[in-house]
């Protein structure tokens, strides 16, 4: 009997030793968990997130600035143009997102994604040094760039945005990847990890917004793209280098051909009576499905489960067409993205609030005294430096202090479920645009009081609330949006989850758009249109009191479909059915 228990043991000793959640080592084998995954792989990825966020906000933050100052476009111009820029960033996902679960893997459309990257930061220096190309001829004098400028400024910046596509949804979920669910140090390090990992791409922000921003405002803007350049080498090789220590996810064709199957044998048997016992339903065997993760049967969307019904006695199973039979799992997947779409859509007006950080937050600077010591200029954009900070302050205290505590008191393994910190950051969004249409006010009434100094007896630091806060609400809001995207999607919609949560940055950029032209026109037929030539004939502080109403009437649509979500459930053994409640994750070991 001892020796029995003792083999017991080391097998189980032995199982521990390798990693059985579907993923292999760079041989193609099954990992070793000593040698693969964990924090020790996720480190070299955090490294070229943090350069490439260098990068991209580097930009980002800058690009309002660069199209009034150096194209000389007015501030409803720019501001499309920085929102249009920023929607087509944030939407490319969606297609590097399917393309890395679907065919090339996520490690090999991170490196080709990185390529189009640097192709984009190479032309966009070119832009600037090359004779041919630069905005202007030498003697500086212009009201207008060279034509060959723009065309070559926006293909670069356009070549990143793809770059981008590729690079973000599979460079975040790799990293997600490295940790394994079934394990529990693992499981409970990865709801570390996209903490860690907003706190690696502030980082990356933080020194965009300060060093390389002064370097665009007292050098120039091509030795800021040289810096862009480097770095980005410098992090690819890094990453390479990473490569034996990386856990990989072989993609397994396309993850959408499954849901359409589901829709398609549901619609065929939507005559058939739903059977009383979902035991009665199909699942593929255990056996079969390797190290496949089985969801648990639900009640809600039932009339999906009818492509789960077996006809003809449930005989020759294995030859029925998959677009007429779907098991429980499959069906279980697409109900868990249908139910996510009133999720996303609601989470959009948070994201036209972080639009206006890029846009009009950076423009407000640019009026404000921003000199501090002896004569130091604070570039406009390093007023962002506020909201990274922020974000890592409400990340650091919410994983070390606020998760522990929570813990106890609600036996929640996470402290409080994903939607609740979503939520608890849009009410931070709210207050940042009340306190941002407080601040517009009162710069306005400076510019009445004095028309010839205009704001500029108001300091830069009077922005700092505005941006401490949407940083602060950054820090649950949007880590809670890529922990929800990334978890509660099918295993093999990883990536596209990532690109979920950025589509809805993306979406809210274009929206944002939208809304500033109906807004204009709205205002402009009723008098004055809040969106003048400059900010001092705008009104901005009006336009950040519509946010904040939308922001509120749109929390109460949250919480009303937050409190009526249905998290995934997995299963370890495929059994009859599992009851339901709402904790994010469980993995329900059934005992048959």
């Given at each position: 009997?001892?020796?029995?228990?003792?083999?017991?043991?080391?097998?189980?000793?032995?199982?521990?030793?390798?990693?059985?959640?579907?993923?292999?080592?760079?041989?193609?084998?099954?990992?070793?968990?000593?040698?693969?995954?964990?924090?020790?792989?996720?480190?070299?990825?955090?490294?070229?997130?943090?350069?490439?966020?260098?990068?991209?906000?580097?930009i980002?933050?800058?690009?309002?600035?660069?199209?009034?100052k150096?194209?000389?476009?007015?501030?409803?111009?720019?501001?499309?143009?920085?929102?249009?820029?920023?929607?087509?960033t944030?939407?490319?996902?969606?297609?590097?997102?399917?393309?890395?679960?679907s065919y090339?893997?996520?490690?090999?459309?991170?490196?080709?994604?990185?390529?189009f990257?640097?192709?984009?930061?190479?032309?966009?220096?070119?832009?600037?040094?090359?004779?041919?190309?630069?905005?202007?001829?030498?003697?500086?004098?212009?009201?207008?760039?060279?034509?060959?400028?723009?065309?070559?400024?926006?293909?670069?910046?356009?070549?990143?945005?793809?770059?981008t596509?590729?690079?973000?949804?599979?460079?975040?979920?790799?990293?997600?990847?490295?940790?394994?669910?079934?394990?529990?140090?693992?499981?409970?390090?990865?709801?570390?990890?996209?903490?860690?990992?907003?706190?690696?791409?502030?980082?990356?922000?933080?020194v965009?917004?300060?060093?390389?921003v002064?370097?665009?405002?007292?050098?120039?803007w091509?030795?800021?793209?040289?810096?862009?350049?480097?770095?980005?080498?410098?992090?690819?090789?890094?990453?390479?280098?990473?490569?034996?220590?990386?856990?990989?996810?072989?993609?397994?064709?396309?993850?959408?051909?499954?849901?359409?199957?589901?829709?398609?044998?549901?619609?065929?048997?939507?005559?058939?009576?739903?059977?009383?016992?979902?035991?009665?339903?199909?699942?593929?065997?255990?056996?079969?499905?390797?190290?496949?993760?089985?969801?648990?049967?639900?009640?809600?969307?039932?009339?999906?489960?009818?492509?789960?019904?077996?006809?003809?006695?449930?005989?020759?199973?294995?030859?029925q067409?998959p677009?007429?039979?779907?098991?429980?799992?499959?069906?279980e997947?697409?109900?868990?993205?249908?139910?996510?779409?009133?999720?996303?859509?609601?989470?959009?007006?948070?994201?036209?609030?972080?639009?206006?950080?890029?846009?009009?937050?950076?423009?407000?600077?640019?009026?404000?005294?921003?000199?501090i010591?002896?004569?130091?200029?604070?570039?406009?954009?390093?007023?962002?430096?506020?909201?990274?900070?922020?974000?890592?302050?409400?990340v650091?205290?919410?994983d070390k202090?606020?998760?522990?505590?929570?813990?106890?008191?609600?036996?929640?393994?996470?402290?409080?479920?994903?939607?609740?910190?979503?939520?608890?950051?849009?009410?931070?969004?709210?207050?940042?645009?009340?306190?941002?249409?407080?601040?517009?006010?009162?710069?306005?009434?400076?510019?009445?009081?004095?028309?010839?100094?205009?704001?500029?007896?108001?300091?830069?630091?009077?922005?700092?609330?505005?941006?401490?806060?949407?940083?602060?609400?950054?820090?649950?809001?949007?880590?809670?949006?890529?922990?929800?995207?990334?978890?509660?999607?099918?295993?093999?919609?990883?990536?596209?989850?990532?690109?979920?949560?950025?589509?809805?940055?993306?979406?809210?950029?274009?929206?944002?758009?939208?809304?500033?032209?109906?807004?204009?026109?709205?205002?402009?037929?009723?008098?004055?249109s809040?969106?003048?030539?400059?900010?001092?004939?705008?009104?901005?502080d009006?336009?950040?009191?519509?946010?904040?109403?939308?922001?509120?009437?749109?929390?109460f649509?949250?919480?009303?479909?937050a409190?009526?979500?249905?998290?995934?459930?997995?299963?370890?053994?495929?059994?009859?059915?599992?009851?339901?409640?709402?904790?994010d994750?469980?993995?329900?070991?059934?005992?048959?």
């Amino acid at each position: 009997m001892m020796k029995d228990n003792l083999e017991v043991k080391t097998e189980e000793g032995d199982e521990k030793k390798w990693v059985h959640d579907s993923s292999v080592d760079h041989k193609g084998k099954v990992p070793l968990r000593a040698s693969t995954g964990s924090w020790k792989a996720a480190f070299f990825i955090i490294a070229i997130e943090t350069s490439e966020r260098l990068s991209f906000f580097g930009i980002a933050t800058s690009l309002v600035l660069y199209l009034t100052k150096v194209m000389h476009h007015d501030l409803k111009t720019a501001a499309r143009n920085v929102n249009y820029w920023s929607g087509v960033t944030t939407l490319m996902p969606l297609f590097g997102g399917f393309i890395a679960d679907s065919y090339m893997g996520r490690y090999t459309t991170v490196l080709a994604s990185s390529i189009f990257y640097l192709m984009g930061l190479i032309l966009l220096t070119l832009s600037w040094f090359l004779p041919s190309l630069k905005p202007c001829d030498d003697t500086g004098l212009f009201t207008k760039p060279r034509r060959i400028h723009e065309v070559v400024f926006f293909l670069a910046i356009y070549l990143i945005s793809f770059g981008t596509g590729g690079h973000k949804p599979s460079l975040e979920s790799f990293g997600a990847d490295q940790f394994d669910e079934d394990h529990d140090e693992e499981r409970r390090q990865k709801m570390s990890f996209f903490n860690w990992w907003n706190c690696a791409l502030c980082t990356g922000l933080i020194v965009g917004v300060t060093l390389i921003v002064y370097v665009q405002d007292n050098i120039s803007w091509g030795a800021a793209d040289i810096i862009f350049t480097v770095v980005m080498v410098f992090s690819l090789i890094i990453f390479v280098l990473g490569r034996p220590f990386y856990r990989y996810r072989v993609p397994t064709g396309s993850p959408l051909t499954p849901m359409l199957q589901v829709l398609v044998a549901s619609f065929s048997k939507r005559k058939l009576q739903h059977p009383s016992d979902p035991a009665q339903l199909y699942e593929v065997p255990k056996s079969i499905g390797n190290n496949k993760r089985f969801l648990c049967h639900t009640n809600k969307l039932k009339f999906l489960d009818k492509a789960a019904i077996l006809v003809n006695d449930g005989g020759l199973v294995e030859k029925q067409s998959p677009w007429n039979l779907a098991s429980v799992t499959k069906v279980e997947e697409t109900k868990l993205i249908i139910n996510m779409i009133p999720i996303w859509v609601s989470t959009i007006p948070f994201g036209i609030c972080v639009a206006q950080t890029a846009t009009f937050f950076v423009k407000q600077g640019t009026t404000l005294n921003r000199k501090i010591g002896n004569g130091f200029e604070i570039p406009p954009a390093s007023i962002f430096t506020v909201s990274a900070l922020g974000m890592v302050v409400s990340v650091a205290i919410y994983d070390k202090i606020l998760v522990p505590v929570l813990r106890r008191v609600t036996q929640n393994e996470r402290g409080i479920n994903i939607l609740q910190r979503i939520g608890f950051g849009m009410v931070f969004c709210i207050a940042a645009m009340i306190a941002a249409a407080l601040v517009e006010r009162k710069r306005l009434e400076a510019v009445e009081r004095d028309p010839l100094k205009g704001s500029l007896t108001m300091s830069i630091f009077w922005l700092a609330p505005q941006f401490l806060i949407i940083g602060f609400g950054d820090g649950f809001t949007l880590v809670g949006l890529q922990e929800y995207f990334y978890d509660q999607v099918p295993d093999s919609m990883r990536s596209l989850g990532i690109a979920f949560y950025l589509s809805v940055m993306g979406a809210a950029s274009f929206l944002s758009s939208m809304l500033i032209t109906v807004v204009d026109h709205m205002t402009e037929k009723s008098g004055k249109s809040w969106f003048g030539k400059d900010l001092n004939s705008s009104r901005l502080d009006k336009f950040y009191w519509l946010l904040a109403a939308m922001s509120t009437l749109n929390l109460f649509l949250f919480a009303f479909l937050a409190s009526r979500f249905s998290y995934k459930r997995v299963q370890k053994v495929v059994v009859a059915d599992c009851y339901e409640d709402k904790s994010d994750y469980e993995s329900v070991e059934t005992k048959v």
